[in-house]
């Protein structure tokens, strides 16, 4: 079955500081992935998205994702962390249809001052 | 401004009662969708609707129940028989067509059972 796997529950950073975020998928399709970001209380937002082409990925805030097919890898980054970026953040693939969203168990973001 | 609304923002009930959430998106998306969250656990899919009058079981459908009898609105009952139904409930429409599988999320309902 396909999955997506996010690496640590809590990452921690202090402002200013270099953000990785990490996301692991299992497809044996070529996959369609997705960043969302979710602030407390509200819903999710899309961050960025991986279809086809280009590998690396720039979204809104300044985050960025590189797709890497050897490494089933799409690790979300951010050159400096704004205190702003503190949520929670969602890597997911799309299922075997286009119906169907595959998400990691999420990542929350800390910034420490 | 096009969007997904859904209603109450927090909803409270005692046990043994269903309640409603609302969920209406004026986006034109065929596909809506409505997920469970609950800590540490990611996002849940409940039931996803793919056209009007259509609608299919999700990964955790018991205790749950829906209807699609608009385009613009795919309401959940959270049903008496459901377990444990405190949660954050997120509601998501998609294009058809939408090959990629991208999804576009309400603001969510907090329901509380107390």
């Known amino acids: 079955a396909q999955s997506v796997t996010q690496l640590g529950s809590h990452v921690s950073v202090s402002e200013g500081a270099l953000v990785l975020l990490r996301c692991n998928y299992s497809?044996?399709?070529?996959?369609?992935l997705f960043w969302y970001v979710q602030y407390p209380n509200q819903g999710l937002q899309l961050l960025l998205k991986?279809?086809?082409?280009?590998?690396l990925v720039k979204g809104i805030n300044g985050f960025e994702a590189e797709f890497k097919k050897s490494e089933t890898s799409f690790h979300l980054t951010k050159p400096s962390a704004h205190m702003s970026d503190a949520a929670e953040y969602f890597c997911?693939?799309?299922?075997?249809?286009?119906?169907?969203?595959?998400f990691g168990s999420g990542t929350r973001l800390l910034v420490r001052p | 401004d096009g969007g997904i609304t859904q209603s109450p923002k927090y909803l409270f009930r005692k046990e043994g009662q269903n309640v409603t959430l609302s969920c209406e998106q004026n986006l034109n998306h065929d596909a809506m969708y409505w997920y469970r969250q609950d800590p540490g656990q990611g996002l849940r899919l409940i039931y996803y609707s793919q056209i009007v009058n259509d609608f299919q079981k999700g990964d955790i459908a018991e205790g749950y129940s829906v209807s699609r009898e608009k385009k613009e609105s795919f309401p959940l009952t959270v049903t008496s028989a459901q377990k444990n139904p405190t949660a954050f409930y997120l509601c998501a429409s998609s294009p058809q067509g939408g090959v990629h599988g991208e999804q576009f999320f309400g603001p969510g309902t907090r329901l509380t059972v107390l």
């Open positions: 997911a693939s799309r299922g075997d249809s286009s119906y169907k969203l595959i």
């Open positions: 497809s044996s399709v070529p996959p369609y």
């Open positions: 991986y279809t086809t082409g280009a590998t």
